[in-house]
Structure formats: structure tokens, C-alpha cells
């Protein structure tokens, strides 16, 4: 059993910072590509920043290149995803997810992910 943990959402004003951490437990955390999704209301599931197995590449939605950058540790089972230059349109549920594809461009899409974590608010006001 894949467990995923999110923590780090909240409530920031416009301009401001969060880091968002995603703790996986019960299989070794190496083995998976990471990948962060973002569902704000009445919207789909989006995807927003990817990182492959080993960390040597990553992958970004367009409206967060230059402010979001993932990163993972895998000697604390750990995926991070640091957002600068917030604006309420971050506004949103964030999810972390892990997949057994090691790597590419289908790590842009949620439908390749295997395990979801729980979901943490990131609330961004004006």
C-alpha cells in the first residue's frame, strides 16, 4: 500500500510564497516519478509540475514555468513544490501523485498516475 501525504498549503497573499511537501511511504519512493495536479472549484484536474525517478528532469504547466519548481528527495521519500509570485488564480487543491512511469511527457497527464495523496488548500488573496 502506496500512502501519500501532502502538507505546506494555506493561506498567502498575492505575491507571496508556499512550499508544498508530499511524504510516500510503503514501496520505495525512487521507483516512481512525482507529479503535482491542482483542481480549483467547478474546474478540472490540471497538471502543474512533474519530476522523473531520478530527478534529472522535470516538467511544467506554461502559467508556472519560472515560478514553480518541483524537487525531490529521495532520502526523505519526499517530492516539494515550491511556488513564488502567487496569484489568486493558484487558488486551488493541490495534489501530489506518484507514477511507475519513470519519465516523459505523460507525466503531464493525471490519468498515468497510480497513487493520489489527500489534497492540501492553497488559498492565494488579492
Known amino acids: 500500500q502506496v500512502q501519500l501525504v501532502e502538507s505546506g498549503g494555506g493561506l498567502e497573499q498575492a505575491g507571496g510564497s508556499l512550499r508544498l511537501s508530499c511524504v510516500v511511504s510503503g514501496r520505495p519512493f525512487s521507483n516512481y516519478a512525482m507529479g503535482w495536479f491542482r483542481q480549483a472549484p467547478g474546474k478540472e484536474r490540471e497538471f502543474v509540475a512533474a519530476i522523473s525517478w531520478s530527478g534529472y528532469s522535470t516538467y511544467y504547466e506554461d502559467s508556472g514555468k519560472g515560478r514553480f519548481t518541483i524537487s525531490r528527495d529521495n532520502a526523505k521519500n519526499t517530492v516539494y513544490l515550491q511556488m513564488n509570485s502567487l496569484n489568486p488564480e493558484d487558488t486551488a487543491v493541490y495534489y501530489c501523485?506518484?507514477?511507475?512511469?519513470?519519465?516523459?511527457?505523460?507525466?503531464?497527464?493525471?490519468?498515468?498516475?497510480?497513487?493520489w495523496g489527500q489534497g492540501t488548500q492553497v488559498t492565494v488573496s488579492s
Open positions: 501523485a506518484a507514477t511507475w512511469i519513470r519519465s516523459g511527457a505523460s507525466l503531464r497527464d493525471h490519468n498515468k498516475y497510480d497513487y
